[in-house]
């Protein structure tokens, strides 16, 4: 975990020019996504590739991941559940997903661009011809050390997508290994339903007092 400090940045959406001021207390937040080693470690689920990114996780799935994962560093769970209806204790000092204000932040590292760095040095984007998902921290981290920001494996957030609109989805940031490397920013932004799996969304663990919504 790496711990990002308080502090104000422009949020900008890749499908829009406006730009909003967002401001974000300090917080923690994993140096890289979770493993295929991880995951199968916390829920049992069968690992093939252990330093790739854990993919096909969704946004349930990754929320489930964060409570097993306080619970095995004996820290009090965020989430509860009934049924699909899920609630965040915002006292409680276990793991969680980062917010999307959080997420953009924590992947800037203070640039006022839509990369910290080339591209090609950070990201795994369709212009290196993978297949799939490739083992963490092999490009350049951002200035707060973090890895794989941008490109590998799009990462789940908290808030809903539409957060105006009715539906369910849940928002993912960054890009991923898939996607040209123009669509690969901090600005990047897409949205699945809770039960949804991707084979280029990933998760990315925070920990500290949930914003209140």
């Known amino acids: ?56 996780v969704s946004w349930l799935r990754a929320i489930r991941l964060c409570n097993a994962l306080s619970e095995w560093e004996g820290l009090d769970p965020v989430y509860s559940f009934d049924g699909e209806v899920v609630d965040a204790d915002a006292e409680a000092d276990g793991f969680r997903l980062p917010t999307d ?43 707060h050390g973090l890895f794989d920001t941008l490109g590998n494996v799009w990462e789940w957030c908290m808030d809903p997508y539409d957060p105006e609109g009715d539906g369910d989805a849940r928002t993912f940031r960054g890009g991923g290994w898939s996607d040209a490397p123009g669509l690969v920013r901090a600005t990047a932004r897409r949205g699945g339903r809770p039960r949804e799996e991707f084979d280029d969304v990933g998760v990315r663990v925070a920990r500290g007092p949930a914003p209140r919504r």
Do not use: K
């Open 1 to 56: 975990m790496a711990r990002i400090p308080a502090g104000r940045v422009l949020r900008g959406d890749l499908r829009a020019p406006e730009r909003r001021e967002i401001v974000v207390e300090a917080f923690e937040i994993g140096v890289y996504p979770v493993t295929e080693e991880q995951l199968a470690e916390l829920l049992g689920i069968p690992s093939r590739h252990p330093t790739r990114p854990a993919v096909n």
């Open 101 to 143: 204000d959080e997420w953009e932040y924590a992947c800037r590292a203070g640039s006022v661009s839509a990369a910290y760095g080339p591209v090609r040095d950070v990201a795994w984007t369709a212009a290196d011809g993978v297949g799939h998902p490739s083992e963490v921290g092999a490009r350049l981290p951002n200035l």
